[in-house]
């Protein structure tokens, strides 16, 4: 997709803090950070959003590349959040699928 910021991250058309690449997702630090790790797993395809994935090819690895995260960052103990923004009522504001990996601090629920 042309017009699309996560497209050219994924394409290295401009420049992102890219922690970490896997088969189908790439990995970068989020340019807003809301925790002390804010990452986004990024689809190296584009889909619109979590409704257009295919999940038996991307939704296979995600867990696994989640874990690895857990591992890197040291925060399999202390705890993570993973969110999925999907929609207006979901708050995405990129409609290209993407994960938020987040942590170093408390989160609270219910979410805002
Ligand atoms: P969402 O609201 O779930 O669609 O999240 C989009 C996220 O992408 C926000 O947390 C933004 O801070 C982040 N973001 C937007 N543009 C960039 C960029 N160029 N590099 C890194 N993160 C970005
Ligand atoms: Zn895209």
Redesign the pocket.
């Known amino acids: 997709m042309e017009d699309c ?1 996560f497209c050219k ?1 994924v394409n290295k058309k ?1 420049n ?2 890219v922690v970490k690449e896997t088969g189908n997702f790439i990995i ?5 950070p ?1 925790s002390p790790v804010h990452l ?1 797993l990024i689809s190296k395809k584009h889909y619109d959003s979590l409704l257009n994935i295919d999940s038996r090819v991307d939704g296979n690895e995600i867990f696994g590349v989640i874990k690895d995260l857990a591992n890197d960052y040291n925060v399999k103990d202390s705890g993570f959040r993973i ?1 999925i ?1 999907t929609g207006e009522d979901g ?4 409609s290209h699928m ?1 994960i ?1 990996f987040m942590a170093g601090r408390g989160f609270g629920w219910p979410p805002g």
Do not use: Y
């Not at 970068?28 to 807003?32: E, G, P, Q």
């Not at 708050?91 to 990129?94: A, N, R, S, W």
């Open positions: 910021i991250i401009i992102a803090g970068i630090k989020d340019i807003n809301v986004l969110v923004n708050g995405q504001t990129v993407h938020h």
